[in-house]
């Protein structure tokens, strides 16, 4: 939620009217390779400190480790932020799930798909080493049995060491 007001005054602060085009930005050749080229931050994905927070949370099948289409410009983005930062020397991509179900497939589940999230980000350039940990449901944002803070607790965070 931070990230999307973030990137709304981000938007705010161009200085976009709205009659006035967008300032131009510059075209920069893309390679020929399909590796994934650093990026200015789009918001989509930005560095706060020791975190990388995203805009939107990575949706998977359910319960499963497919990443769901939808989530790909969130796993691009993370991507040209960790290739756009050679300082961050370890990545850290922490798993989590909600409370229902059994603690230990929670667990494996959201090792899972920390996984499957550095198997993405692997597959669009990124060599900056990277670690998982499956927390499931050990550490939520909300305790409250709703569909909203249960959706709060299914996610991925990422952690980054610097130099």
Known sequence: ???LGLGASLFAAAGCKK???????????????????AQP?????????DRIIIARPIYYDTDKDTIRPESFSIIDAVANVVIAHPEIKMLYVEGHTDSQGNFDYNRGLSEKRANAVVMALSARGVK???QIAGYGATAPMCATPDEVCLQLNRRVEFRIKRD
Request: proline share 21%.
């Open 19 to 37: 009659d006035e085009p967008p300032p131009e930005t510059p075209v920069t050749p893309q390679p020929t390779t399909t590796q994934t080229v």
């Open 128 to 130: 900056t080493p990277m």
């Open 1 to 3: 939620m931070l990230a």
């Open 41 to 49: 931050q789009t918001g989509d994905a930005v560095i706060q400190g």
